[in-house]
């Protein structure tokens, strides 16, 4: 997701960041999945039993984006993860215990992963 936001912002994105889903965007080629920068399942939200989703915040300056992942399902049999996680424009993946990401504020909570 990182580099697929550096690459948008780089190149076709003119400076701003892009959305992760066709639906989302607000114009026509806003998005990562519509300039082949995600695979279609990826963009399509849902992948290996997590949800993703992509938010730019390009009305400021310097322009933001954050990334996050979350468990798909999360009933007590059949859960697909018990961690969330969550990357913003700094490159760090963060990640906690959790059944969803909220906001920006939520992925800057985690803790940093790895090193």
Request: glycine residues 14%.
């Given at each position: 997701?990182?580099?697929?936001?550096?690459?948008?912002?780089?190149?076709?994105?003119?400076?701003?960041?892009?959305?992760?889903?066709?639906?989302?965007?607000?114009?026509?080629?806003?998005?990562?999945?519509?300039?082949?920068?995600?695979?279609?399942?990826?963009?399509?939200?849902?992948?290996?039993?997590?949800?993703?989703?992509?938010?730019p915040d390009n009305t400021g300056n310097p322009k933001l984006f954050y990334a996050k992942a979350w468990p798909a399902n999360t009933a007590a049999v059949t859960r697909t993860g018990n961690r969330?996680?969550?990357?913003?424009?700094?490159?760090?993946?963060?990640?906690?215990?959790?059944?969803?990401?909220?906001?920006?504020?939520?992925?800057?909570?985690?803790?940093?992963?790895?090193?």
């Amino acid at each position: 997701m990182h580099s697929s936001e550096a690459v948008y912002q780089s190149t076709m994105g003119n400076g701003n960041f892009g959305f992760l889903k066709v639906a989302d965007e607000p114009a026509a080629g806003q998005s990562l999945t519509g300039q082949n920068l995600v695979d279609t399942v990826l963009g399509s939200g849902s992948k290996s039993g997590y949800n993703f989703d992509a938010i730019p915040d390009n009305t400021g300056n310097p322009k933001l984006f954050y990334a996050k992942a979350w468990p798909a399902n999360t009933a007590a049999v059949t859960r697909t993860g018990n961690r969330s996680f969550g990357i913003t424009e700094s490159g760090v993946l963060r990640g906690g215990v959790a059944d969803a990401v909220a906001d920006r504020a939520a992925v800057l909570a985690f803790n940093p992963l790895g090193n």
